[in-house]
């Protein structure tokens, strides 16, 4: 698994889309920066910009990778190796190229500007860790609906589907549920709907990390009550990781009984 891990990550590093997005990120760090010297407003910008970005970008990367190396995982196929290291190999390497090319457009610029002398350089890797799992989520996503559809058409379409859903409609449906609903208790179903997104938990972490859930009116108090605390922080990472894990799992299972 090691070597195909190391051939897909060299193999990325060669891409024009991997250079594009760690200018991307490399330029809009610098700009945020030249625009903004307060690295508190510059975090909280690039939250905005990461939380929606970044799993769009993992998506889309994603599927066009696996659909575009389906004869090199066919030969690989043929040879005396584990499909599970195949595929896995495959998933690391393209989720790590990404989350690599995070790190350092956004890290370099904010690095050069100070930020590990700055109070907000644990709202910062906060948020670097943010996108390294969304990444990971959804590449894993990604993966696991173009293993299960042939057509690259379908796959792609779904896949975008999938995100735009959890990032624009399940915010949508979750409001007009509320708005519904207002009647009656809904503490609860409010942090499980956010549990169950995980673009909505990682924005709603990262806002109470940078200590500005008062913009959320009676929301931000009710998830300050329940995030904010030791407990609700270590349930919520380990919700994120059940997500990176969840699209591996069935990815890995699938791709056992594949027919190629």
Sequence with gaps: ????????????????????????????GFGLLFLNTDLSKAVITLMNIIIVLTPLIGTIFGVMYFYNSKEFVELLLAQPIKRSSIFLGQYLGVAISLSASLVLGIGIPFLLYGIFLSQDIFNFLFLLLDGMLLTFIFVGISFYISLCNNDKIKGFGYSIALWLFFAVIYDGLFLVSLIMFEDYPLDKFSLIATILNPIDLSRILVLLKLDISALL???????QKFFGTNLGLV???TMLFTW?????YFFIRHSKKKDF
Excluded: E, H, N
Excluded at 10 to 17: E, G, I, K, V
Excluded at 217 to 223: D, I, P, R, V
């Design 244 to 248: 990176v894990l969840g699209p591996l």
């Design 217 to 223: 009116g009676y929301t931000g108090a009710l998830f």
């Design 1 to 28: 698994m090691l070597k195909i891990l190391q051939y897909i990550v060299f193999d990325l590093t060669r891409s024009r889309w991997s250079y594009f997005y760690f200018f991307f990120y490399l330029l809009l």
């Design 235 to 237: 349930i919520s990472l």
